[in-house]
């Protein structure tokens, strides 16, 4: 019921993002106003995608599929807003941020295209957003000079201070962006680490992590910028793999030193037997220092008649692409852009990218596929 009349709202409204309401978009109701960070809140509330995925749920569906389209949707609300996509906004009470400004990046981990957004938050509040030590308020006030703060940092807000309900989702989201394990035992390391802290000299460590069977397990990573390594210790109790899932691994590994390793370059993906002491994954190109990395995607609506468009993030120069119609290559859309036909009804839209980064190397990656596309509307 609550999948069909989500379906319903989006085809009845054309949304190619998941509304918080079940019944109009965001940009109408009570939470229109694009400060207000509701607009994120079932990425949140339930945490349905990533921790159900922990579980094993069986998962399928828009509300898994539209995961980094809402989270572009919401971004792109608020660019005149902040100078950061990683401030997801506030409440009437405190419209500056909030003290769930991190833990609105968590479904991010189930997504691609933003799976850094829950440490990005954390670092947005512990930058800008404190009201006191490791404290903020449920909503956040702007910054203004009668802050008793010597840096900018804000004033005051509404709710309460210390939000113990918002600062444990911010701690919850910083473990499992470094460390989770699956009901099936594996323990996925790195998922949600940004690129900048796999650049040469960067190092990632924690310990005592509890696993299931009773364990307590920690890594540390350190790189060389052509060369990530970890070192696992402790119990593992009863895990059964690692699976190192950072975001600098995707499209972009040449080797590991462990034979019995299973790689999957296009996901960045490497899973190694929870035996595993000692791993070094040699990258195809080095992680800058400033982490950028390929990151395409499509913008427009997927409507027949209305033009899609490919862009790279910023530092990368596009110089190929090919369209893709549910995973087949589109004969002849090599362009920049692509309009759906007919033939595209129904069909998600897709594009592979092909960049060069600073006239130093170049890479291919996909862009999150956007659709089903939709016809027009009647009589319009």
């Not at 054309?14 to 990425?43: C, H």
């Not at 409440?91 to 003290?99: E, L, M, N, T």
């Not at 960067?202 to 990573?221: C, E, Q, S, W």
């Not at 002491?277 to 950028?292: A, F, M, N, S, W």
Request: glycine content about 12%; proline content about 5%.
């Amino acid at each position: 019921m609550v999948s069909d009349q989500l379906r319903k709202t989006m085809t009845d409204y054309q949304l190619d993002y998941i509304p918080i309401s079940m019944v109009e978009p965001n940009e109408q109701g009570p939470r229109k106003d694009p400060r207000d960070a509701n607009w994120a809140s079932m990425f949140l509330f339930g945490q349905w995608a990533w921790d159900g995925y922990l579980f094993g749920a069986q998962q399928s569906g828009f509300m898994l599929d539209d995961i980094d389209r809402t989270y572009t949707h919401g971004f792109q609300r608020r660019e005149s807003l902040t100078d950061t996509v990683y401030n997801f906004g506030g409440y009437p009470h405190g419209y500056f941020s909030s003290a769930y400004n991190a833990g609105y990046g968590s479904t991010a981990l189930r997504g691609e295209q933003y799976r850094d957004a829950g440490i990005r938050g954390y670092e947005f509040m512990v930058n800008k957003s404190q009201s006191g030590p490791f404290g903020w308020w449920e909503g956040v006030d702007y910054p203004n000079a009668s802050s008793p703060w010597n840096i900018d940092h804000a004033a005051g807000g509404g709710g309460s201070n210390q939000h113990m309900w918002g600062q444990a989702t911010a701690t919850k989201v910083l473990f499992d962006s470094l460390i989770a394990q699956k009901s099936d035992g594996t323990i996925i390391v790195g998922r949600g680490a940004p690129q900048d802290w796999v650049a040469a000299g960067k190092r990632i460590a924690l310990d005592n992590f509890p696993t299931l069977g009773g364990g307590r397990v920690g890594y540390a990573a350190t790189s060389t910028g052509s060369q990530v390594t970890f070192t696992f210790s402790g119990d593992v109790g009863s895990a059964t793999a690692f699976s190192i899932e950072l975001l600098a691994l995707k499209g972009n590994i040449t080797s590991v030193s462990v034979p019995k390793a299973v790689v999957d370059e296009a996901a960045g993906t490497v899973r190694v037997p929870a035996s595993t002491k000692r791993l070094t994954i040699t990258l195809r190109h080095p992680v800058d220092v400033d982490g950028t990395a390929l990151s395409p995607t499509i913008t427009g609506k997927a409507k027949i008649g209305s033009a899609l468009t490919a862009t790279v993030n910023s530092g990368w120069q596009a110089i190929g692409y090919q369209w893709t119609r549910n995973g087949v290559p589109v004969t002849g859309a090599t362009g920049a852009s692509y309009t759906p036909t007919k033939a595209d009804l129904g069909a998600r839209i897709g594009v592979r990218v092909s960049a060069d980064r600073a006239h130093a190397y170049t890479t291919t990656l996909s862009a999150p596929e956007v659709g089903p596309v939709i016809g027009p509307v009647p009589g319009g």
